[in-house]
Nanobody, 123 residues
C-alpha cells in the first residue's frame, strides 16, 4: 500500500506560479512512475503530467506543456509539480497518484491517489 499527501495549492493570479508537492509513504517510492491529475468543477478528472520511476522520462498534457514541470526526489519520497504562467483554466483540484509500473505510458492507470489540493487561478 501507499499513502500520498499533496500540498502547496492555493489562490494565485493569472500568470503567477505555484509549486505542488506530494509526499509518499508505504511501498518503495522510487519503484513507481508517478503522476499528477486534476479535476475541475463539472469536468472529468484529466491527466496533467507523469514521470518515470527514475525521473528520466516526463510526460505532459498538451494544455500544460511549456508551463508545468514535473520532477521527483526519490531520496525525499516526494514528487513535485511546478506550475508557471497559470491560467484560470488551470483551476482544479490536483491529485498526486502512482502507477504499478516503473514506466509511464499513455493511458496508464493510476491506482493510488492522494486527497488532492485545490488550485484556484483568478483572472
Amino acid at each position: 500500500q501507499v499513502q500520498l499527501v499533496e500540498s502547496g495549492g492555493g489562490l494565485v493570479q493569472a500568470g503567477g506560479s505555484l509549486r505542488l508537492s506530494c509526499a509518499a509513504s508505504g511501498r518503495t517510492f522510487s519503484s513507481y512512475a508517478m503522476g499528477w491529475l486534476r479535476q475541475a468543477p463539472g469536468k472529468e478528472r484529466e491527466f496533467v503530467a507523469a514521470i518515470n520511476w527514475s525521473g528520466a522520462g516526463t510526460y505532459y498534457a498538451d494544455s500544460v506543456k511549456g508551463r508545468f514541470t514535473i520532477s521527483r526526489d526519490n531520496a525525499k519520497n516526494t514528487v513535485y509539480l511546478q506550475m508557471n504562467s497559470l491560467k484560470p483554466e488551470d483551476t482544479a483540484v490536483y491529485y498526486c497518484a502512482r502507477t504499478s509500473e516503473r514506466y509511464y505510458y499513455t493511458g496508464a492507470s493510476f491506482g493510488s491517489w492522494g486527497q488532492g489540493t485545490q488550485v484556484t487561478v483568478s483572472s
